[in-house]
């Protein structure tokens, strides 16, 4: 039997939907008196919030509780496996690896305090119920200090593409109440938050009394002290006109968006049921283009989903080409259990994904840096994240979410007026431009 734990350490594995719900269940065990510990090796209670997306991310949770069992301390800790792993595979986890006191849904991780107090009385504690978003009202108030904040407004999917494990995991598309999620942003700010990015499975399928996103976003905007919104995953049948014209009209909105495609072939999207073509989602880009022109697109990729041929896989390529992605996510296809797409005929070889994936990337790196490249000499703001490796060197993110670094003895949470000066794959340099004095 393991004591009742004093310390804990919440781990994050896959997307910022974990990263809120691992906040979220930090602020949690401190309000029942628990104190984080520096890392997972001297942690009582150690919390695996995984993500089971593709099959390599769902491992990793049996790798991690082997490695704790097998600590340097000598004492294995308390474990619980949260996140989508626990919601898709439940009591199968503790039978595989017994070393794991508790499993929690994604849906009801505000219980985990009652669980944990089950396993310190030496039961195995299973909580992967689906309630409608009971979780939010019972979670403790919001206390972050960091200048950039996670903010779920929607959880869970109703498009079920063929490969995707999140609408068994997640559950069914539920938007939370506006006045909730406006009172959360302001506690946001209140503890130190300059940018909120707006989170959703699918986020812009946000609907409350035929309100739709861009009127949350309008609310957010009247926010003093909030200089910053953002907002992610979208899916293109949701890009509004409403949510078009706010990337013109509302200046806190960043000029970003992750809007996935997938594929560029449209047979391959139809097996996918994205229920979009690769020209309608060329023509919902011109039309945000038209409204900002100079928004950053990003995207998600699959290679090799099941029965893709060369020509369609080509196909996406140029579909990247056409949009010329300022940053994107690509992925070869994991055959996830339950979904449609496991079970079709024709999953390509590996070695074929592989192949195509590094042909992907490829354009796509090239694509990053190209557009990395074209901002240099902009004159911009960045918002200051945190201290750099470099004496006097800080972080930050430009608008169009790219790292900047920069001398400046301005503080974590400063928006700083900057020159970009020279620009890499994956950050860009700047130097912070003195202002005159009024
Ligand atoms: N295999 C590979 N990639 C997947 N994604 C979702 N499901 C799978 C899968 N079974 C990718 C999609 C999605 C992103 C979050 O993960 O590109 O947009
Ligand atoms: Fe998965 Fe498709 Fe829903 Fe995105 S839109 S979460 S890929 S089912």
Not at 88 to 106: F, K, L, Q, T, W
Not at 185 to 190: C, F, G, M, T
């Amino acid at each position: 039997m393991k004591p009742s734990p004093r310390t804990f350490h919440v781990k994050s594995f896959g997307c910022q939907m974990n990263v809120y719900d691992g906040d979220r269940m930090t602020e949690l065990l401190e309000a029942e008196g628990l104190k984080a510990a520096a890392d997972a090796e001297t942690a009582d209670l150690v919390v695996l919030n995984t993500c089971h997306i593709r099959e390599k991310a769902a491992e990793k949770v049996y790798s991690d509780i082997g490695r704790l069992v097998k600590r340097e301390t000598g004492r294995a800790p308390m474990i619980a496996v949260a996140g989508c792993v626990a919601q898709a595979e439940g009591a199968e986890i503790p039978r595989r690896a017994p070393a794991v006191d508790i499993v929690v849904g994604p849906q009801a991780y505000h219980n985990l305090p009652a669980l944990v107090r089950e396993a310190a009385a030496g039961r195995t504690a299973l909580d992967t119920d689906m309630p409608a978003l009971s979780k939010f009202g019972a979670l403790p108030a919001r206390r972050r200090q960091a200048p950039g904040a996670f903010l779920t407004v929607q959880e869970g999917c109703d498009k079920f593409c063929t490969y995707c494990v999140v609408p068994y995991t997640r559950g069914a598309e539920l938007s939370r109440p506006f006045t909730a999620i406006v009172d959360e942003a302001k506690a946001l700010v209140d503890a130190g938050a300059r940018e909120i990015t707006l989170l959703g499975q699918n986020v812009n399928a946000w609907r409350e009394d035929g309100r739709g996103l861009d009127e949350l976003i309008r609310a957010l905007d009247a926010i003093p002290g909030l200089a910053r919104i953002r907002y992610t995953t979208s899916h293109p049948n949701d890009m509004t006109e409403g949510l078009i014209r706010a990337h013109a009209e509302v200046e806190k909105l960043m000029p970003y968006l992750h809007l996935p495609v997938q594929s560029g072939s449209d047979r391959v999207l139809r097996a996918m049921n994205r229920s979009h073509s690769a020209d309608s989602y060329l023509r919902i880009l011109e039309r945000v283009r038209a409204a900002r022109p100079d928004i950053a697109i990003s995207g998600d990729f699959i290679v090799g989903f099941p029965g893709e041929t060369e020509a369609e896989f080509e196909e996406t390529l140029r579909i990247v080409e056409a949009v010329n992605y300022a940053q994107a996510f690509s992925f070869k296809y994991s055959a996830r259990p339950g979904t449609p797409a496991a079970g079709m005929a024709d999953q390509v070889p590996l070695a074929v994904m592989d192949e195509r994936l590094q042909r992907l990337q490829a354009l796509l790196n090239a694509q990053q840096l190209a557009f990395n490249q074209a901002s240099v000499g902009r004159r911009t703001q960045v918002l200051i994240e945190r201290v750099g490796r470099k004496p006097g060197q800080m972080l930050g993110k430009s608008p169009w979410l790219q790292s900047v670094h920069l001398e400046t003895d301005a503080a974590i949470g400063d928006l700083v007026e900057v020159e970009l000066l020279a620009a890499g794959p994956n950050s860009l340099a700047g130097a912070a431009l003195v202002r005159e004095a009024a």
